[in-house]
């Protein structure tokens, strides 16, 4: 997957697209940090960690920048929000989240929000990096109060 990204940084690199170029550079600086701190090189799985984290992090800055009525950098967060998702995998819909959280709700038994804790990690476990984790939370705490 790295590797993809860095093919891609040279395509961008040549066709001048200033943008990609920049996104891609942080993705690529942010996964060789990731893997000097394991200290050894990352794993597919590890890199998709890394890039969702990135996009996490434009979701939230551009959640922040709508309330600060920036439209100039939410359109630029948002155009970096969509290099980055081009490697993810396409996460999963709302009816899809609640058919998983609903059977892991009647696996445990969980019946209150007590059981939030152990219900939470089995949902993002079997959705496996497809999961928007604020939707599955909301969902998972509709359904338990």
Same mark, same amino acid.
């Given at each position: 997957?790295? %590797?993809? +990204?860095?093919?891609?940084?040279?395509?961008?690199?040549?066709?001048?697209?200033?943008?990609?170029?920049?996104?891609?550079?942080?993705? +690529?600086?942010?996964?060789?940090?990731?893997?000097?701190? &394991?200290?050894?090189?990352?794993?597919?799985?590890?890199?998709?960690?890394?890039?969702?984290?990135?996009?996490?992090? %434009?979701?939230?800055?551009?959640?922040?920048?709508?309330?600060?009525?920036?439209?100039?950098?939410?359109?630029?967060? &948002?155009?970096?929000?969509?290099?980055?998702?081009?490697?993810?995998?396409?996460?999963?819909?709302?009816?899809? +989240?609640?058919?998983?959280?609903?059977?892991?709700?009647?696996? &445990? =038994?969980?019946? @209150?929000?007590?059981?939030? =804790?152990?219900?939470?990690?089995?949902?993002?476990?079997? =959705?496996?990096?497809? +999961?928007?984790?604020?939707?599955?939370?909301?969902?998972?705490?509709?359904?338990? @109060?």
């Amino acid at each position: 997957m790295l %590797h993809q +990204i860095e093919i891609d940084l040279k395509d961008a690199l040549k066709n001048q697209d200033k943008a990609k170029v920049g996104v891609l550079r942080i993705l +690529i600086s942010k996964c060789k940090n990731k893997s000097i701190a &394991t200290g050894k090189p990352l794993e597919d799985s590890e890199v998709m960690k890394v890039l969702q984290t990135a996009a996490k992090q %434009h979701k939230e800055s551009i959640k922040l920048y709508k309330q600060g009525e920036r439209n100039d950098l939410v359109d630029q967060e &948002t155009a970096e929000l969509n290099i980055v998702e081009a490697y993810l995998p396409s996460m999963m819909t709302e009816d899809e +989240i609640k058919s998983i959280v609903l059977s892991v709700i009647e696996a &445990t =038994g969980a019946s @209150s929000m007590a059981d939030f =804790g152990k219900v939470m990690p089995q949902v993002m476990k079997k =959705g496996a990096g497809k +999961i928007d984790g604020g939707v599955a939370q909301n969902l998972l705490k509709e359904l338990l @109060s």
